[in-house]
């Protein structure tokens, strides 16, 4: 069992390695709108405001698990003040926790988007959303090849390492272009794409050496989704995600389906299954009640490391809320994409 934990600890570290510049993510993509594109920042085809949760925890089999908190809310504003347009304000908190060391990365985000309508049947959406992001680590925590006495590792000796800190804040940006095409009440479909970390910042624990490039990569996405409702039972959600960032890469495909429980839409069963090129199935199942949403996703993980995790790749848990200013409701304020109600 405790080779079997090494094993996949250097699974961990080849794919940390091989993935350092990747971000906080989430399988369920769709319900994290907030990260995965800042023009999403007050998109709101269903509602006036949202608010959700997110939670998820990584490789519990490992010793050292990988979790990650996120908090979002956003809204529409000003919509007297534009004819055929508003603009959307939100804001997010992000926390992760990996690895020995208790690497922690906390980010703090401010959004804001213009959406403009165009005609009857598309909208387009520009956004960017800025912040501050800390990461910290134990470097106590970690073990080092001088620490080496020829039988054991010495966390007492001196670990050779020229650390210049073990704290770090930094100033970052991202930006995003979205448009949205609902020709017909029973079909919606929703593409995008933005670029994380325009600014590039600066990211290390070290101190500068002229061979070590420690500016922080842009990172890029771009997502495709639809809502197309099937009758008065069924509402179905096909969806892409494209992920990229100096040489890793990330592919999702998949759908999920809302089934009409009571008839009337206010309580919806949801289930789907989404792939993970080269890493993990995702099947998902969720619950709606009226303005509430809770979703449940598993990474089952597919790639090689299933010999040493047993297969388990992360567990993901989603709660989301959704409502509406007094002064929308009745005819002034209308769904953009297929619904139940």
Not at 115 to 120: D, F, I, K, R
Request: charged residues 15%; contains cysteine; neutral net charge.
């Amino acid at each position: 069992m405790r080779m079997r934990w090494l094993i996949a600890g250097f699974f961990g570290l080849v794919l940390s390695n091989t993935l350092r510049a990747q971000d906080l993510h989430f399988s369920q993509f769709f319900n994290s709108p907030l990260t995965t594109n800042p023009a999403n920042t007050g998109f709101l085809p269903e509602s006036d405001y949202r608010i959700g949760a997110h939670y998820r925890s990584q490789w519990t089999s490992v010793p050292v698990p990988f979790k990650t908190v996120s908090i979002y809310g956003d809204a529409q504003v000003f919509r007297d003040r534009f004819e055929t347009g508003w603009v959307g304000l939100g804001g997010m908190i992000l926390s992760d926790v990996a690895g020995s060391g208790n690497l922690r990365s906390t980010k703090v985000y401010a959004s804001a988007a213009y959406h403009q309508m165009l005609g009857n049947t598309g909208l387009l959406s520009v956004g960017f959303n800025v912040g501050a992001a800390n990461k910290r680590v134990d470097f106590s925590k970690f073990t080092f090849d001088s620490q080496w006495n020829g039988k054991f590792f010495e966390t007492g000796l001196p670990s050779g390492e020229n650390f210049n800190t073990n704290n770090i804040t930094y100033f970052d940006m991202q930006i995003g272009l979205n448009y949205a095409w609902f020709p017909t009440d029973d079909l919606y479909v929703h593409a995008g794409v933005s670029v994380h970390h325009v600014n590039k910042p600066k990211e290390s624990f070290f101190t500068s050496t002229p061979a070590y490039n420690n500016r922080l990569q842009p990172r890029y996405i771009a997502f495709i989704d639809a809502i197309m409702k099937l009758n008065d039972q069924w509402i179905i959600s096909p969806g892409a995600y494209f992920s990229m960032q100096t040489r890793a890469a990330e592919f999702s495909l998949g759908m999920h389906a809302n089934y009409n429980i009571s008839g009337d839409g206010e309580q919806q069963l949801i289930g789907g299954l989404y792939y993970r090129a080269g890493d993990a199935f995702i099947p998902m199942i969720g619950y709606q009640w009226k303005q509430f949403k809770f979703m449940f996703s598993y990474d089952a993980t597919a790639s090689a490391l299933r010999n040493y995790n047993n297969g388990y790749g992360a567990t993901e848990f989603f709660l989301g809320y959704q409502g509406f200013y007094n002064e929308y409701n009745g005819d002034i304020r209308q769904s953009l994409c297929p619904n139940f109600r």
